[in-house]
């Protein structure tokens, strides 16, 4: 009976293409309700984080206490946990676009910042700038940008063997994670781990952060998520082969550069202010597709509110789990995204030989 209803649907070209607007419609609604969901999650987890620990208040006493009368409890949690949440946010959001870009770029779904070695060449500029020069602490994001792109013109010339392979990247990305940050450890070993600006780059910790932080990295992520939108067109573009792109008028390799530029400073902003996280610009930007599909005007908007959402829940997992002592975020996105990442390699049919 599925048989023969399909062939009269291969006959009647009128059920065809109602089904194509069915399904057109469903994706559209189940995107929808993703960014609802998304969005509920995250209001939901935002107050959750703020109440957790040993100084709780209310919504309605957090809004009284900000915005009525003073409250010292609510003051203190403005101080200390406000600052760590934003941060945590801000930082999701700008690793898990720059995800989404490095994906688009190098066309390799398991292309992440933190994977290929971006995260860790900005982390060990921003531990050079932090240990010898923390004179020029403002300049520390601007030198965790070179370094991210130093450690990308070096994955990406070292990958290059008559064309780039995604496995040659995602191996070279390896070793030069490892490299710097073995480097990175070594200036914090030889400090004697008293320096804590030092320490927290290298153990991505983001306990002490404060409100200058959060004015440190507003700007350039903001930046970078406004640049990234700029090109949300052309990352759709580039799914396409490369001749294809430029029959429609598309300049292929300034494209490339260009995306993977605001890739490199969003993934290197936020390594310089929340240290190194890998595996959240490759979990993020995979479950958005599922959800809203690979349009990017869709997964981009996406995957920063979730990629907000899943930076913030690693953190809170990992003050909470061993309370009172705290877990690195970035060792809870290594426990999750480890399996996650085996899982993604033994799937894909690309490096199954």
Same mark, same amino acid.
Request: hydrophobic share 55%; aromatic share 10%; with cysteine.
């Given at each position: 009976?599925?048989?023969?209803?399909?062939?009269?649907?291969?006959?009647?070209?009128?059920?065809?293409?109602?089904?194509?607007?069915?399904?057109?419609?469903?994706?559209?609604?189940?995107?929808?309700?993703?960014?609802?969901?998304?969005?509920?999650?995250?209001?939901?987890?935002?107050?959750?984080?703020?109440?957790?620990?040993?100084?709780?208040?209310?919504?309605?006493?957090?809004?009284?206490?900000?915005?009525?009368?003073?409250?010292?409890?609510?003051?203190?949690?403005?101080?200390?946990?406000?600052?760590?949440? #934003? *941060?945590?946010?801000?930082? !999701? %959001? =700008?690793? /898990?676009?720059?995800? $989404?870009?490095?994906? +688009?770029?190098?066309?390799?779904?398991?292309?992440?910042?933190? #994977? *290929?070695?971006?995260?860790? !060449? %900005? =982390?060990? /500029?921003?531990?050079? $700038?932090?240990?010898? +020069?923390?004179?020029?602490?403002?300049?520390?994001?601007?030198?965790?940008?070179?370094?991210?792109?130093? %450690?990308?013109?070096?994955?990406?010339?070292?990958?290059?063997?008559?064309?780039?392979?995604?496995?040659?990247?995602?191996?070279?990305?390896?070793?030069?994670?490892?490299?710097?940050?073995?480097?990175?450890?070594?200036?914090?070993?030889?400090?004697?781990?008293?320096?804590?600006?030092?320490?927290?780059?290298?153990?991505?910790?983001?306990?002490?952060?404060?409100?200058?932080?959060?004015?440190?990295?507003?700007?350039?992520?903001?930046?970078?998520?406004?640049?990234?939108?700029?090109?949300?067109?052309?990352?759709?573009?580039?799914?396409?082969?490369?001749?294809?792109?430029?029959?429609?008028?598309?300049?292929?390799?300034?494209?490339?550069?260009?995306?993977?530029?605001?890739?490199?400073?969003?993934?290197?902003?936020?390594?310089?202010?929340?240290?190194?996280?890998?595996?959240?610009?490759?979990?993020?930007?995979?479950?958005?597709?599922?959800?809203?599909?690979?349009?990017?005007?869709?997964?981009?908007?996406?995957?920063?509110?979730?990629?907000?959402?899943?930076?913030?829940?690693?953190?809170?997992?990992?003050?909470?789990?061993?309370?009172?002592?705290?877990?690195?975020?970035?060792?809870?996105?290594?426990?999750?995204?480890?399996?996650?990442?085996?899982?993604?390699?033994?799937?894909?049919?690309?490096?199954?030989?």
């Amino acid at each position: 009976m599925k048989q023969r209803n399909r062939d009269c649907g291969q006959d009647n070209p009128t059920l065809g293409w109602q089904d194509d607007i069915r399904r057109k419609k469903n994706k559209k609604v189940r995107a929808a309700l993703s960014f609802l969901v998304i969005t509920v999650l995250m209001a939901l987890l935002f107050f959750a984080a703020i109440n957790i620990g040993s100084l709780q208040v209310g919504v309605t006493g957090l809004l009284k206490g900000l915005f009525v009368e003073y409250d010292p409890n609510v003051a203190a949690i403005w101080d200390l946990r406000f600052p760590r949440i #934003i *941060i945590s946010m801000l930082a !999701g %959001a =700008g690793i /898990a676009v720059s995800g $989404v870009l490095f994906q +688009a770029v190098l066309k390799n779904p398991l292309a992440d910042p933190g #994977i *290929i070695g971006i995260s860790s !060449g %900005a =982390g060990f /500029a921003a531990v050079l $700038v932090t240990a010898f +020069a923390p004179q020029w602490y403002f300049f520390t994001p601007l030198a965790a940008f070179l370094g991210g792109v130093i %450690a990308f013109l070096l994955v990406y010339c070292l990958s290059w063997k008559g064309g780039l392979s995604p496995l040659r990247i995602i191996l070279t990305g390896v070793a030069a994670d490892a490299l710097f940050t073995g480097l990175a450890s070594a200036f914090n070993s030889m400090s004697g781990k008293d320096m804590s600006g030092v320490a927290a780059i290298v153990e991505a910790n983001i306990t002490q952060k404060t409100w200058e932080d959060v004015s440190t990295l507003f700007p350039y992520i903001a930046a970078g998520l406004f640049l990234a939108a700029l090109f949300l067109g052309e990352c759709n573009l580039l799914s396409l082969e490369d001749k294809t792109a430029r029959s429609l008028g598309i300049n292929v390799n300034t494209t490339r550069i260009c995306i993977s530029l605001i890739a490199v400073l969003l993934a290197s902003i936020s390594t310089a202010i929340a240290g190194a996280i890998s595996f959240l610009g490759l979990i993020v930007p995979h479950i958005g597709r599922i959800l809203v599909g690979s349009d990017h005007r869709a997964l981009m908007p996406f995957s920063a509110l979730a990629g907000a959402f899943t930076f913030l829940l690693a953190d809170t997992i990992g003050r909470t789990a061993a309370a009172p002592h705290e877990v690195s975020a970035a060792v809870v996105m290594s426990v999750a995204g480890g399996p996650f990442f085996i899982v993604l390699l033994r799937r894909s049919k690309k490096y199954a030989s």
